[in-house]
């Protein structure tokens, strides 16, 4: 360890409670880290540094009285600038909210804070989460602290940046089209999009779909399940929540992996994915594969998942988007816009082909899971690309047919509604962080959790597969 800050969320929880650490101290140290480097990245954008203080003061007076300490007890953490934080400005990443204050939170954000989680800071967002590379009209881009020059990802960019560069211990992402799992693998951290309705929102729009979900995201798996304990839980007021004990998600153990049958699969069966990405995710699995009992190529039956999501997708900007695009269309970013006219093109024979086709490829899926405990691809399909790029227009010389085009390794997965861990592992060709999904079975996050800390482990062991670390020093302006 070389700051608090450092320290993973499971290890500072730990010392906080054997009074070896104080949450004062750890907000010192978040805050100094914050001060020291996010010129450089821009990954937070708001903050409420004194409110953090003062509640870092009353967490260190429960410890200090031996009062019963709630799981996240003096942790700070970051809210993805796409959620309600009472009294700390919410702009979505959009001009139109630009001094938006909410007069509450949100469920999961007031979930966080009854679990002892510190709010320290929002991160940045592409404008209403639409895009691959987190940048806007109100805060501009969220860089990649690898390499300056490019993009962190998106959509929630500002929290795996913050996250890798030791700013936060934990924050909160969303997730459409791979909006947890793209800017965690850019940025060499982990997130977990959850089955859908395990963390219930308040706020969900479109109330029956697996499209979008709210999810952790840490520097490690058992981080992970530590910030899922408190985001989970059943709430009627969602329609997709189910029951679970949110408990379970503490204190993970690691899974057996000698006994886990695994499909692997370089594209999904249809996703574009760059030659140099394929080979290194086959050089990175000879180096692990033999831990589990059998590894089996085999793709996922999922034919027409690109034109299913993204009539889905275009049904979901009519439904969010089409009050901000008839009445302050001059304001809207092109992705927004560009989807939200796209929706508003399409015509009710094509939204009911994809609901159809989008239950006949659920039932295909879970027919080809019932032979496997767990599927491995790859995190994305190209390396993290130019800071001034929006998203890649081309992959290996074929063209893209829009944006969403370079997002099918993980925009098909969303059709799935499985639980889904983004994992790193090692480095790409270019020198920057590589990492690989974990799909687990349906409403098995717990496993699928417990088999991603067993992955980990192994990594660990491995310098080529460790979790990749910035060098701060070179991100001080």
């Known amino acids: 360890m070389t700051e608090p800050c450092?320290?993973?969320?499971?290890?500072?929880?730990?010392?906080?409670?054997?009074?070896?650490?104080?949450?004062?101290?750890?907000?010192?140290?978040?805050?100094?880290?914050?001060?020291m480097v996010n010129p450089a990245v821009n990954a937070v954008v708001a903050s409420c540094y004194e409110r953090a203080r003062s509640e870092a003061r009353k967490a260190t007076d429960a410890v200090m009285a031996g009062d019963d300490l709630p799981p996240l007890h003096g942790l700070p953490v970051g809210i993805k600038d796409m959620n309600h934080t009472e009294g700390l400005v919410t702009t979505y990443g959009s001009p139109i909210y630009r001094d938006h204050v909410p007069e509450t939170d949100e469920r999961f954000v007031a979930a966080l804070r009854q679990a002892g989680g510190i709010i320290l800071a929002k991160t940045n967002t592409p404008e209403f989460a639409a895009g691959g590379n987190t940048t806007n009209k109100v805060y501009g881009p969220t860089r990649n602290p690898f390499d300056l020059d490019r993009t962190s990802g998106g959509s929630s960019g500002g929290s795996a940046a913050a996250l890798a560069t030791g700013m936060l211990p934990l924050c909160s992402g969303s997730d459409t089209g791979g909006s947890l799992r793209r800017p965690a693998t850019y940025c060499g951290v982990a997130a977990l999009r959850p089955s859908i309705g395990l963390i219930p929102s308040d706020r969900r729009t479109v109330p029956l779909t697996t499209f979008s979900t709210l999810g952790p995201m840490a520097r490690s798996v058992g981080d992970l399940g530590l910030m899922l304990s408190a985001m989970a839980g059943e709430d009627t007021i969602d329609p997709m929540s189910f029951p679970h004990d949110p408990g379970q998600f503490r204190d993970i153990a690691p899974a057996d992996l000698s006994?886990?049958?695994?499909?692997?699969?370089?594209?999904?069966?249809?996703?574009?994915?760059?030659n140099a990405i394929r080979k290194t995710f086959r050089d990175t699995l000879t180096r692990y594969s033999s831990v589990f009992a059998c590894c089996e190529d085999r793709d996922p039956p999922m034919e027409h998942a690109a034109d299913i999501f993204w009539i889905l997708r275009g049904l979901q900007f009519v439904a969010t988007q089409k009050d901000h695009f008839d009445n302050?269309?001059?304001?809207?970013?092109?992705?927004?816009a560009f989807n939200t006219e796209a929706g508003l093109g399409m015509n009710m024979e094509q939204a009911g082909w994809a609901h159809r086709e989008h239950g006949a490829l659920y039932q295909r899926f879970q027919a080809y899971f019932a032979e496997f405990d767990l599927m491995i691809c790859p995190g994305v399909p190209v390396p993290p690309f130019a800071l001034d790029q929006p998203a890649p227009s081309e992959i290996d010389g074929v063209k893209m047919a829009h944006y969403i085009s370079a997002s099918a390794i993980t925009a098909g997965l969303t059709l799935t509604g499985h639980p889904v861990v983004a994992l790193p592992c090692g480095y790409d060709h270019t020198g920057t962080p590589?990492?690989?999904?974990?799909?687990?079975?349906?409403h098995r996050d717990r496993f699928t959790l417990s088999a991603a800390l067993a992955l980990e482990q192994v990594f660990n062991e491995n310098a080529a597969l460790a979790r990749p670390v910035p060098d701060i020093t070179s991100l001080t302006v």
């Open 259 to 274: 006994g886990l049958r695994v499909a692997v699969t370089e594209d999904l069966g249809f996703a574009p994915v760059q």
């Open 328 to 336: 302050f269309r001059d304001q809207l970013g092109d992705n927004v």
């Open 6 to 35: 450092d320290l993973s969320a499971v290890e500072a929880r730990k010392l906080i409670g054997r009074k070896r650490l104080s949450a004062i101290e750890l907000v010192e140290s978040c805050i100094a880290r914050i001060e």
């Open 434 to 442: 590589f990492g690989i999904q974990v799909v687990g079975p349906k």
